[in-house]
């Protein structure tokens, strides 16, 4: 017995993404924001997840605008920071974690809280004007946003992505995201509900960084 199969890996894409305009509602995106939906789609591999995305009106421009402009790209694990694809990075842009950082764990037992919450406390020197992109833990975006809301001299970035994945405040700290991101100074998207991860995250930061949906 022989498997015959798509070995064209752009020809994979192609047929993918087609196959998701077709069976995919993506008539509350503009087209840049379709663009970023099909992606996320795609890393899911359930074309339902489009009723769940929400990002705000100015999204794609911000994110894409810190990119070119050489801004980093700041995540809450390194499974984030390693599905980034590199040469799809418009400036050569950092991605930067610091989770794995010697002072995170007495950081976070200080403040009685995750890791991933506590590493967040490390951005303030690189975090103004970048793209935050939170995949794993709704611990650190719910930190981000009180940290962002509490204090008018912390350095807001031009986008978050808040997509952590969960059974335990993944939804409810989706939500908060989507309701005071605007107040907190900041462009978002978002995938409501439980699902989420690190695979949507990077297909997002993925498609953010340049419009060429297949990259030869």
């Not at 390194?78 to 950081?107: D, F, I, W």
């Amino acid at each position: 017995m022989r498997f015959h199969y798509e070995t064209d890996g752009n020809e994979i894409y192609r047929r993918s993404f087609a196959m998701i305009r077709e069976e995919s509602d993506l008539s509350a995106f503009t087209p840049d924001q379709a663009q970023i939906a099909v992606r996320m789609i795609h890393a899911a591999g359930q074309t339902d997840l489009a009723k769940d995305i929400e990002c705000s009106a100015n999204l794609v421009e911000a994110a894409r605008g810190a990119l070119q402009a050489g801004k980093p790209i700041l995540t809450d694990v390194n499974m984030v920071r390693s599905g980034v694809t590199r040469k799809r990075l418009p400036a050569h842009n950092e991605v930067l974690c610091y989770l794995g950082e010697p002072q995170v764990a007495e950081l976070a037992a200080t403040l009685g809280t995750t890791r991933t919450a506590a590493a967040v406390e490390l951005w303030r020197p690189v975090v103004e004007g970048s793209v935050v992109a939170i995949g794993n833990a709704p611990t650190a975006l719910f930190h981000l946003l009180n940290v962002l809301l509490a204090d008018p001299t912390y350095p807001r970035p031009a986008a978050i992505l808040g997509i952590p994945v969960g059974f335990i405040g993944a939804a409810e700290s989706k939500e908060a995201l989507a309701k005071v991101a605007h107040e907190a100074g900041t462009e978002f998207l978002t995938v409501h509900g439980r699902r989420g991860g690190s695979a949507i995250t990077c297909a997002a930061i993925n498609a953010l960084a340049t419009a060429q949906e297949i990259l030869p």
